[in-house]
T-cell receptor, first 109, second 118 residues
Framework: DAKTTQPPSMDCAEGRAANLPCNHS???????VYWYRQIHSQGPQYIIH???NNETNEMASLIITEDRKSSTLILPHATLRDTAVYYC??????????FGAGTILRVKS | DTGVSQDPRHKITKRGQNVTFRCDPI?????LYWYRQTLGQGPEFLTY????????KSRLLSDRFSAERPKGSFSTLEIQRTEQGDSAMYLC????????????????FGPGTRLTVL
């Protein structure tokens, strides 16, 4: 079973920041938080991952709370092409990915 | 940039037929994973290989399913005597081994093969 809880859906206005929350209250000390997204009928796409510190790359930022029980994925300037299902996954290094239902993000103009 | 490729992209078959899918991973990745995704659900793990060795199989992988990776490069997933319940997207992913990946430890997915069993 997935070890994360995400809202089933969210809306965001185009050009605004999209903040996607994830709860992972049972995360263990050596498990990473991963985010993937899946645009309709495509394979999942890796976005970002982190252990304790906040992370940023060209796609997004990942904010992990100090107790590591929750995190937020931030897409700083959402576009229509960011409409997708976003999956938050906790994972040990080298392990398989266990996907939950994810959050459907709808970016609207 | 050569990513993970899968062939065919779509397959329609009749119940009871056998089907085979192929996955070509990113060239330097020695780990290869198969997942299955049904409509409205997240992907579910089926099996994974490190080089040619199949190291883990999910209970979802019934006796009718077999996966191979004979030379540690491409992999095939065969489904025998297909059933309508096998209709799904079959996804392949690859990754470096953790000791080499370091901070880049992540799986990269192909576009998937959509199977429809009539």
């Amino acid at each position: 079973d997935a070890k994360t809880t995400q809202p089933p859906s969210m809306d965001c206005a185009e050009g605004r920041a999209a903040n996607l929350p994830c709860n992972h209250s049972t995360i263990s000390g050596n498990e990473y938080v991963y985010w993937y997204r899946q645009i309709h009928s495509q394979g999942p796409q890796y976005i970002i991952h982190g252990l304790k510190n906040n992370e940023t790359n060209e796609m997004a930022s990942l904010i992990i709370t100090e107790d590591r029980k929750s995190s937020t994925l931030i897409l700083p300037h959402a576009t229509l092409r960011d409409t997708a299902v976003y999956y938050c996954i906790v994972r040990l290094v080298g392990n398989k990915l266990v996907f939950g239902a994810g959050t459907i993000l709808r970016v609207k103009s | 940039d050569t990513g993970v490729s899968q062939d065919p992209r779509h397959k329609i078959t009749k119940r009871g037929q056998n089907v085979t899918f192929r996955c070509d991973p990113i060239s330097e990745h020695n780990r290869l994973y198969w997942y299955r995704q049904t409509l409205g659900q997240g992907p579910e793990f089926l099996t994974y290989f490190q080089n040619e060795a199949q190291l883990e199989k999910s209970r979802l992988l019934s006796d009718r399913f077999s996966a191979e990776r004979p030379k540690g490069s491409f992999s095939t997933l065969e489904i025998q005597r297909t059933e309508q319940g096998d209709s799904a997207m079959y996804l392949c992913a690859s990754s470096l081994p953790p000791r080499l990946a370091g901070k880049r430890d992540t799986q990269y997915f192909g576009p998937g093969t959509r199977l429809t069993v009539l």
